[in-house]
Structure formats: C-alpha cells, structure tokens
C-alpha cells in the first residue's frame, strides 16, 4: 500500500542529545513537509522539501536540521539547540506543487527526559 | 495578524444538531482550502478541500467558501459522537507550496 511512513512512533531524546526522525513515503510525491505540533495547538511548519537535494525553512526551522538525498526520504534531525523539543512531529507530502492537499504519515511523538 | 485563523473552542453541539466551524484567512491570492479532521493523539486527516466560492457538499458535511470575505467554515449536519475531534482549517500558499494551517477548533458532540 502507498503512504507515508514515520519511525519511531515515540522517541525520548536526554538534554544535549541530537535525534533523528525517519520519515520514508512511497507515493513518488516530489515534495515534502515537516510540522510540529504542541499540545492544543495547530501545526506549524519546520521545512519542506520540493526537489531531492533542496529545502526550505519554515516559520520554526531553529534547532532542526534536514536532508533530502532521496526522493522518497526526508529526515529530521532534532538537534540539542532545540531547547523545547518535546512535541508531536507529523511529515507530509503531496506530488508537485499540487493544491489538493497533503498526505500525513501517523507522526513521532517526542518526549525529553 | 496571524495567516489562518480560527475559533479555539471548545464547541459542544447536542448530537444531531449541525455543527458549524469557522475560519478566516489573510492571503487574498490563495486559491485552496482545507479542513482536516484530527482525533486526539493521531494525525489529520483530509475531510474537505474547496476552490470556487459557494458551497461543496460531501454527505454531512459542508465547506463553504467566500473569497471576497477571506472566509471559510465547514458545516456538520447530524453531528454524531464519532465526529468529536478538533477541526484544522488550512489554506495552500501557493509561494513555496506550502499548507497553513489555522490552530485548530476542539468539536465536542454530546450524547
């Protein structure tokens, strides 16, 4: 079946640690997002991807780096400049530049400890 | 002034009572608009896209769209439990491609 793929499901990250967030879709979808999401709040964009080996930051790109090496690969990195990481992160895409809306993956939900 | 914006709630409507979401946006070029449906602890999910001014019916639910008014809202006709979520508004940018999306409104439907 076609969709987006996120791993881990949960993620616990310790102070100063960088983590990386797997996101993998198969849908041959040429651009790609990530958003962060607190609790009781919409979704507020990181980067975004509309071509391998390019991107994009969002409105909340500080303490997050990415790659796009693959079409069908867009990691996130969490890095320890992050000082309020804890949050659900939900990875997306749509084909092209295409206005029909975007396809989530079920999300990563980071806790610090 | 914040790109989408909408009611925070929470709204509690009776079951079988219409269920009626609002949501204005700042960006008078934009051309698509979304609502997702997102259930506590999972991601959204797309319930309604609408281009043209006027209204889209797909079963109980209706997007209404008024470009000159900057505004959109979904309507829920026969709200049921099930329909209990909060209700994301988003609206694609088309500089860079990219959905906004407004902060969600909390929908709690009644027994």
């Known amino acids: 079946d076609g969709g987006i793929t996120q791993s881990p499901k949960y993620l616990f990250r310790k102070e100063g640690q960088n983590v990386t967030l797997s996101c993998e879709q198969n849908?041959?979808?040429?651009?790609m997002y990530w958003y962060r999401q607190d609790p009781g709040q919409g979704l507020r964009l990181i980067y975004y991807?509309?071509?391998?080996?390019?991107?994009q930051k969002g409105d909340i790109a500080e303490g997050y780096s990415v790659s796009r090496e693959k079409k069908e690969s867009f990691p996130l990195t969490v890095t320890s400049a992050q000082k309020n990481p804890t949050a659900f992160y939900l990875c997306?895409?749509?084909?092209?530049?295409?206005?029909?809306?975007?396809?989530f993956g079920s999300g990563t939900r980071l806790t610090v400890v | 002034q914040k790109e989408v914006e909408q009611n925070s709630g929470p709204l509690s409507v009776p079951e079988g009572a219409i269920a009626s979401l609002n949501c204005t946006y700042s960006?008078?070029?934009?051309?698509?608009f979304f609502w997702y449906r997102q259930y506590s602890g999972k991601s959204p999910e797309l319930i309604m896209s609408?281009?043209?001014?006027g209204d889209k019916e797909d079963g109980r639910f209706t997007a209404q769209l008024n470009k000159a008014s900057q505004y959109v809202s979904l309507l829920i006709r026969d709200s049921q439990p099930s329909d209990s979520a909060t209700y994301l508004c988003?609206?694609?940018?088309?500089?860079?491609?990219?959905?906004?999306f407004g902060q969600g409104t909390e929908l709690s439907v009644k027994p």
């Open positions: 997306a895409s749509i084909p092209g530049t295409s206005n029909y809306g975007y396809t």
């Open positions: 849908l041959n979808h040429d651009a």
């Open positions: 991807s509309q071509i391998v080996n390019d991107f």
């Open positions: 960006d008078r070029g934009s051309q698509s």
């Open positions: 609408i281009y043209s001014n």
């Open positions: 988003a609206v694609f940018y088309n500089q860079g491609g990219k959905l906004i």
